[in-house]
């Protein structure tokens, strides 16, 4: 099962740092995502770290955004720093059983519930 936490409202230019907790299953075995859907739009990528610690990022947060992993916590991590308004969207964080990262919501096994992140012009 896959938790996330930390969105929130906030306004642009400023930070969020979005969990995401993984229990029951072995987590340092997967590959861990970040996906965020607006209303209207289809569910995008957003960033993934694979089990080495390898990191893939959209063009629209590179720079902007940082995924992460904390093994010893089974959490992963999204920081967003300097937040924009078209940033606006749930974001969900997803779980991939296989080796190579992937950027299609349909390749990954595993999803959490999705948590609000709204900014603010």
């Known amino acids: 099962q896959l938790q996330a936490s930390g969105g929130g409202l906030v306004q642009a230019g400023d930070s969020l740092r979005l969990s995401c907790a993984a229990s029951?299953?072995?987590?340092?075995?997967?590959?861990m995502g970040w996906f965020r859907q607006a209303p209207g739009l289809e569910r995008e990528f957003v960033a993934a770290?694979?089990?080495?610690?390898?990191?893939a990022y959209a063009d629209s947060v590179k720079g902007r955004f940082t995924i992460s992993r904390d093994i010893d916590k089974n959490t992963a991590y999204l920081q967003m720093n300097s937040l924009k308004p078209e940033d606006t969207a749930v974001y969900y964080c997803a779980s991939r059983s296989r080796i190579a990262l992937a950027y299609r919501p349909d390749e990954y096994d595993a999803w959490g519930q999705g948590t609000q992140v709204t900014v603010s012009s």
């Open positions: 029951g299953r072995t987590f340092s075995s997967y590959i």
């Open positions: 770290i694979s089990r080495s610690g390898y990191t």
